[in-house]
């Protein structure tokens, strides 16, 4: 059960850590975008999430959420 837990509580941060990801990039960009209208297009290269990076960064939240659930579950 201590296993199911944590892996449920590192898909959270996941989840968690896209949201807000998603959420900051929105900020930025509509804080940051050019107040003349007609200057381009952003573009977004939806494969580039396959590329290790994004992967090791997905990785890295997944492993520290199941290791925070983990840690506290195991006491």
Known sequence: MIYLKSIVAG????????????????????VSAPKERGEGAIGWDPIALIRP?????????????FLWEFRHASK
Do not use: E
């Open 53 to 65: 990076g994004p992967m090791l960064i997905i990785l890295a939240v997944f492993v520290a959420g």
């Open 11 to 30: 898909l959270a941060a996941v989840f968690s850590f896209a949201v807000l990801f998603l959420l900051g990039v929105v900020i930025y960009l509509v």
